[in-house]
């Protein structure tokens, strides 16, 4: 069975988050943990029933697009899908079996949705980010209103172009910036807001990818090209850029940047290598990237990015041998970084620094956060809040919630649920991740891609 990129990261996290992340030591050494004092309440509208289901066509049945889908089954009087365009036609025959789609809903090109007179409420944009602006423009001029996953667009006009049209147009945009509805994130958030630890002055966030995951997307998968997708700060991290500038809750200013590529490339290749894993490489053995170990022996990573219709090991092996999850990671065509550092300045002097980083044994999200009156320190499963005043910790675990924690972090699916409540009040005022939201995160992810081709150049934000 494989071992899905939860589960890998969560055996990994559990094992090396608290000592790789210090909170505890930290927290341990300043003053003794209270369990029993609870942090502020997060201040969110609880959803109510609906008079009917909000009905979606997605575009882009794959991982994400078919996650969304997947939630239809869960929630049939919220979400419903009427509609699919995708042209795999395992995925496709999956989407029509699991929400009993008629035919004339049925899709193999985006392009062909639009030709249809409007049928559903809503469009679930889950197609390659290349893909992601010409699909949302054609929706928005259809009357649709959108769930579009994260990166918007390739570049930033094109963001701000969305986002002006469906303004003009009166459409809701929810931008899949799932972190917001995580409770973990949530809950940080509302620590700040509540002005426990004061007003922030710094802080310090870091996304470490692990290595396998990085070189399963970001060097053989659909993200490894920057003109085929987005630079990988964008593609992987736009999601902490937003979360970022969510806690700071004031303009960014100033923004510079630093980083590059540096494992997974030709001179690291092993002796003798060829370029695909399977042709005899003498590194077999030794070699933790081995396409075959990793996808079939020893299932260290899913297989569900592999386009095949023989889901069988042999299956898997086939493709392999001759397509991009079989090629050495380091013989590849990818050119996204592998690390990378973002310092930006924000409105009235606060500042924020930002690491995403492939070399990594664990992954989970760290984050400190540093204010006038106390400060945080988080792993995506515990926050350690200490005031300053009160020479007091306080320990919160997101585990200890009993919550559903499941997809992001419990993020996905509420997500879902908050947009179907956008939609069917035709009011977004309350949806956390609407398209004008994430204008600014996305202003930063690309101005600091800029900074960094430039050599480190600071970026002046003017909005």
């Known amino acids: 069975m494989d071992i899905s990129r939860r589960d890998t990261l969560g055996i990994i996290g559990a094992t090396a988050g608290v000592a790789l992340t210090g909170s505890a030591l930290s927290m341990g050494s300043r003053a003794q943990n209270s369990d029993n004092q609870q942090l502020p309440k997060p201040n969110r509208p609880e959803p109510v029933p609906l008079s009917k289901p909000v009905t979606t066509i997605v575009c882009g049945y794959g991982g994400r697009g078919g996650l969304y889908g997947y939630y239809a ?90 986002a002006d049209k469906a303004k003009r147009l009166g459409r809701i945009v929810a931008v899949c910036h799932v972190l917001r509805y995580a409770p973990y994130f949530v809950q940080l958030k509302a620590v ?20 396998l995951h990085f070189s399963h997307s970001y060097v053989r998968g659909p993200w490894h090209v920057e003109r085929d997708s987005t630079p990988s700060l964008l593609a992987k991290s736009c999601h902490d850029l937003d979360i970022i500038h969510w806690y700071m809750n004031r303009p960014c200013t100033k923004i510079s940047s630093h980083g590059g590529l540096k494992k997974f490339t030709k001179a690291n290749k092993p002796e003798g290598a060829p370029r695909q894993c399977l042709d005899g490489c003498p590194a077999a053995d030794t070699c933790i990237y081995h396409a075959g170990k990793v996808y079939v022996e020893k299932k260290m990573w899913s297989t569900h990015h592999i386009v095949t219709t023989d889901r069988s090991d042999e299956g898997i092996l086939l493709q392999l041998r001759q397509g991009d999850y079989g090629r050495c990671v380091y013989q590849h065509n990818n050119d996204v970084c592998d690390h990378q550092i973002v310092m930006m300045e924000f409105e009235g002097g606060a500042t924020a620094t930002f690491n995403m980083e492939a070399c990594t044994s664990y992954g989970g999200r760290r984050t400190r956060v540093m204010g006038t009156k106390g400060d945080v320190v988080g792993d995506e499963n515990i926050l350690d ?70 050599g480190g150049q600071v970026q002046v934000l003017r909005r």
Request: contains cysteine; hydrophobic residues 35%.
């Open 73 to 162: 089954t869960q929630m049939p009087d919220t979400w419903q899908v009427v509609g699919v365009a995708e042209p795999i036609s395992y995925r496709r025959l999956g989407a029509i079996d699991r929400h009993k789609l008629s035919d004339e809903n049925v899709f193999l090109h985006f392009k062909d949705v639009f030709k249809r007179p409007k049928f559903a409420d809503t469009v679930t944009i889950g197609l390659p980010d290349r893909l992601h602006y010409e699909a949302a423009m054609m929706a928005l001029d259809a009357g649709y209103d959108l769930l579009l996953e994260k990166p918007i667009a390739q570049n930033y006009q094109q963001v701000k172009d969305l």
């Open 385 to 454: 809040v200490y005031l300053f005043d009160k020479q007091q910790s306080i320990r919160w675990d997101v585990n200890a919630q009993g919550q559903d924690l499941s997809g992001h972090g419990g993020g996905d699916q509420r997500l879902v649920v908050d947009f179907c409540q956008a939609v069917s009040k035709g009011d977004d005022s309350d949806l956390a991740t609407r398209i004008s939201e994430s204008l600014a995160s996305h202003e930063m992810g690309y101005a600091a891609e800029d900074s960094r081709k430039r």
């Open 192 to 211: 700040i807001e509540s002005g426990m630890i004061g007003e922030v002055v710094s802080i310090q966030h870091m996304e470490p990818i692990h290595h």
